[in-house]
């Protein structure tokens, strides 16, 4: 574990013209879905305590043995960190405290698109000094979803990503777009600013999707969220009328490149379907 330090050293340890930070603290889980696998060795001092979560974080085996915080000021000033990484949507209050300490800040925003992502890795990868690293993320992200995309065609299987509170993804989210890349497409035609809707099981129903894509979250803990997703109709329609796949919900976790992962399984799931296969 790092060692200690006074709030006030903080203030005046950052690093040199030219350096890379050597004592970074991150303080979201998108931050550090990002950061864990760009970060030089030792260099990450605490990471959001999330980020260890498996059920939660795709980056838990890699931040493993680093200490949690809670993203409040007291939890990082501890750390004397020379860069802090946060979100878009981190507490002012702590952004602002920062501020006035002269600690430097570098924010991930939401991802919506691929190049939002990509942006993301570049804005971390900079921030820390680890340009070229960035970029051969970027390219291994890019590689991935080449070879996933599928063409979209007029008779193509229709799709529903569906969530615990029974949540549908639309197709201006992040997954919505993995949807369409993979050669799906979205029978939930509505949109909105989240990405996400709440179609009545009725409604589900009605859509007549093909596949049914059931984001699988703490599959060991079942719990009231996740009840629609086994209500005995959608299984009665799935058994009768469509395929189902199950999707690991840690993988779109802030929708960063991880989210190859799941156009992996998509892609596969799709050349099954063409060749008359369940997937």
Known sequence: MASHARAGEARSEGPLAGEAPQRIVSINL??????APLAAPGT??????????????????LVENIPANDGRIEDILPFAPDLVLAHQFTSPFVLDMLKRLNIP??????????????DNIRTVAGAIG???????????FDRALAADRRPLTPDAPGILLYQDLGGASTSNSILGRIMALTG?????TRENAVGIVYPELTEVIAMHPDLVAIGVYRPDAPSLAGAVLRHPALKAYMTRHAHEIR????????SSHYIAGIADRMAAARDRLAQGEAP
């Open 30 to 35: 998108c931050s550090d879905i990002v950061l």
């Open 44 to 61: 990450v001092k605490s990471v959001y305590r999330l980020s260890k979560d498996p059920a939660d974080s795709p980056v838990a085996s």
């Open 105 to 118: 800040v570098a924010q991930v925003k939401n991802a919506s698109t691929f190049n939002d992502i990509r």
């Open 130 to 140: 680890r340009e070229q690293a960035g970029a051969a993320l970027i390219a291994r």
């Open 184 to 188: 799906f497409r979205n029978v939930v």
């Open 247 to 254: 999707l690991p919900s840690q993988a779109w976790r802030c």
